[in-house]
């Protein structure tokens, strides 16, 4: 204290530092001890405001970030860059803002006169206070300008890396952009035009789009090795333990800053709090929870009449991801209605079960509970859950919630089983915690039982998804739906009732019986028997009998032929990828629908086949996908079989088979019998559809 000049009356209970004093008449009653404490913080709080006078006095308005310029490099000489932009009309209750705004900027040398051939136009738009903002139309300038490739922080990865901390300071620089210079050479390329003249910058300005990297790797240059700093573009969190601690850090900000040049804006910039806004988040020494009293009033909300405008709100509340437990369920019908939308008027069907829903999240978000920080020397809980439509997990540690992950099911996976949805929510979920929980213990809850059958499962997905679970250290346990506390975050749309082992056992092989048959397109009860006995454990040949002799849509659709007729010419191949069989099916459509074409490749010894839907039945289209999806995917064969099609009979076709040197067998013209396995093949690929 004495290095502060700093004298305590007791008896007066007044304490002085460096010429301020203040008076504690509150505590009367306090003890010593007390009183001490009080003259701690105003001790710290006089230290804080001297270092904050002292950066003032010493650094301009706006500074200028030395060693840092910003390039504007195109991918083409500025020769042939054909910018040239007629000015914006401004509305004339805009005009004395925007000739406010240009004075002050040529006030600052952050623009001046521009002769440039290169212009964009100018607009302002007004600000939450009323003022207006100059903005730069530099759409055409970037999309001739190469991109930069410095990564800008992750928001998520930042905000879990607050653990430990519990004093928080916020700098915000003034005008940040505007403290980094524009390379001499590239100044002129930032013109741009109003309605009264022609300026350049001087200075970087928003809206170019390598502006955010070039920031961003400035500051870390500067401030990435420091441990208690976070640095998110012109957004600077300092953190510490204790208030000792973090006086000392902030100086060591201030200093840098000051060295560098950098300026900044005290108004917005905050100190020594318990609490702080930073990046959308009120962050605390315990965790982050979204800022909601200024976004949650509904009314604020109109309802969407368009794809943008929903998307626009879709975007709003995908923000709010991380703390909605399974939002992909709860939005799956509002991006439903953009696929349905009128993709020419851009309109869609708004109704109000769609205001229900918006509703009912807006309401969830306003009610969100803190999501706390995670310490990676502890283990993890995670529990998983998975719906008809969507997956959605929660991560805890220690009872309290780490992160909510949720996402909508493609629609291939909306086919998957049961099982491998469950086992989908689990390997997405590790997927997106990775970064949190890679280096832990995880405890896996679900109330799903038949995932101990994944482990002997054969299907390659299945493979796929044990090799990326074997990086974590996992432990899967089992919990029946009436006892899993997890349920409350997983919010389901549906449950599964706990069965017996027994029970379990049947529903899975029927399970997969169903999954097969549908995606191998209704084969016969002898053909998918050979295909998935060594891939589904334990299933007989009369499970998969009874299955298939009951299908409706076999006996409806499949054709009751009992013998086929003589197969002509040689039928016997007997070495692999010597031979292909190459034909089109088609035209294929239901009533009022384009026709499809589908081109048919088939390996005759293996009878190993590949189906592709050709755009339009031509020589060009199948030439490419013969040479994309066989010629460059397997052996060459020495000879190709086909009919005698427009499309196998052009120049182009037969110079395609002459560069790879196969020799071209077509069959008698009229007589399909000539290429009979792949045509006895077709039959079976129309059954099916």
Request: glycine share 4%.
């Amino acid at each position: 204290m004495s290095k502060n000049n700093v004298s305590i009356h007791l008896r007066d209970r007044i304490v002085k530092i460096n010429g301020s004093s203040i008076k504690f008449s509150e505590l009367n009653r306090s003890s010593d001890d007390e009183l001490l404490d009080k003259v701690s913080c105003f001790q710290t709080e006089v230290q804080l405001n001297e270092m904050l006078d002292d950066f003032r006095h010493k650094m301009p308005s706006l500074g200028t970030i030395k060693n840092t310029v910003h390039k504007i490099t195109l991918t083409r000489p500025d020769s042939e860059v054909k910018i040239a932009s007629k000015p914006y009309q401004v509305p004339l209750g805009h005009l004395d803002g925007l000739n406010k705004i240009i004075k002050e900027l040529l006030e600052m040398k952050v623009i001046r006169p521009s002769n440039s051939p290169i212009c964009s136009p100018a607009f302002v738009v007004p600000k939450k206070n009323k003022q207006l903002r100059l903005v730069v139309d530099y759409r055409k300038l970037n999309s001739l300008t190469k991109p930069d490739r410095h990564p800008i922080p992750n928001l998520q990865e930042q905000l879990m890396s607050l653990r430990g901390f519990s004093v928080f300071s916020q700098l915000d620089l003034n005008s940040g952009y505007h403290q980094i210079l524009i390379a001499e050479e590239d100044v002129h390329k930032t013109s741009f035009v109003i309605p009264h003249g022609q300026f350049e910058y001087l200075k970087m300005p928003f809206g170019l789009s390598n502006a955010p990297r070039t920031f961003q790797r400035a500051m870390n240059r500067l401030l990435g090795h420091l441990r208690f700093v976070r640095v998110y573009l012109d957004d600077i969190l300092i953190m510490a333990e204790n208030d000792e601690i973090h006086l000392s850090n902030i100086k060591s900000v201030l200093d840098i800053l000051q060295e560098n040049g950098i300026s900044i804006n005290f108004a917005k910039s905050t100190f020594f709090k318990k609490e702080v806004d930073y990046l959308g988040m009120k962050i605390d020494a315990e965790g982050i929870r979204p800022i909601t009293e200024k976004l949650l009033k509904y009314e604020n909300f109109k309802s969407p009449r368009t794809s943008r405008q929903l998307q626009q709100q879709l975007g709003f509340i995908n923000w709010f991801r991380p703390f909605i437990r399974n939002l992909s369920d709860q939005v799956a019908g509002l991006y439903d209605i953009l696929k349905k939308g009128n993709k020419r008027s851009g309109c869609i069907n708004w109704s109000e079960k769609h205001t229900a829903i918006v509703k009912n999240i807006f309401c969830q978000i306003g009610k969100q509970q803190k999501l706390y920080y995670p310490d990676p020397n502890r283990p993890f809980s995670l529990y998983t859950d998975a719906s008809d439509i969507g997956l959605g997990s929660v991560l805890m540690q220690d009872e309290k919630p780490i992160g909510f992950f949720s996402r909508k099911l493609s629609e291939t996976q909306i086919r998957y089983t049961v099982s491998e949805k469950e086992a989908l929510a689990i390997i997405e979920s590790l997927k997106y915690f990775r970064n949190i929980i890679l280096c832990s213990h995880i405890t896996i809850f679900t109330d799903h039982s038949n995932l101990q059958f994944l482990t002997s499962s054969k299907l390659q997905r299945v493979q796929r998804w044990k090799i990326l679970m074997d990086e974590f250290d996992v432990d899967i346990r089992y919990l029946q739906a009436t006892k899993n506390k997890a349920a409350d975050f997983l919010s389901r749309n549906f449950r599964i009732k706990t069965k017996s082992n027994h029970n379990d056992k049947k529903d899975y092989i029927r399970e997969q019986i169903r999954y097969y048959h549908e995606f191998l397109i209704h084969p016969g009860s002898n053909r998918l028997y050979d295909t998935i006995k060594n891939i589904v454990p334990n299933i007989t040949r009369k499970e998969i009998e009874s299955f298939t002799h009951n299908c409706l849509s076999c006996q409806l659709n499949k054709r009751s032929i009992n013998k086929y007729g003589r197969l002509i010419g040689n039928i016997s191949h007997y070495r692999p990828w010597n031979v292909v069989a190459i034909d089109i099916i088609g035209p294929l459509s239901n009533e009022g629908e384009k026709a499809v074409y589908i081109l048919h490749m088939m390996d005759m010894a293996s009878r190993f086949s590949i189906t592709r839907k050709m755009k339009r039945p031509t020589e060009k289209e199948a030439c490419m996908i013969l040479e994309n999806e066989w010629l460059w995917a397997f052996p060459i064969p020495e000879k190709l079989i086909s009919d005698n099609g427009k499309q196998f009979v052009g120049k182009r076709f037969e110079n395609l088979l002459t560069f790879y040197k196969i020799k071209h067998q077509r069959c008698l013209p009229y007589n399909p019998r000539g290429n009979a396995i792949l045509e006895r093949a077709h039959s079976t690929i129309l059954n099916g559809l």
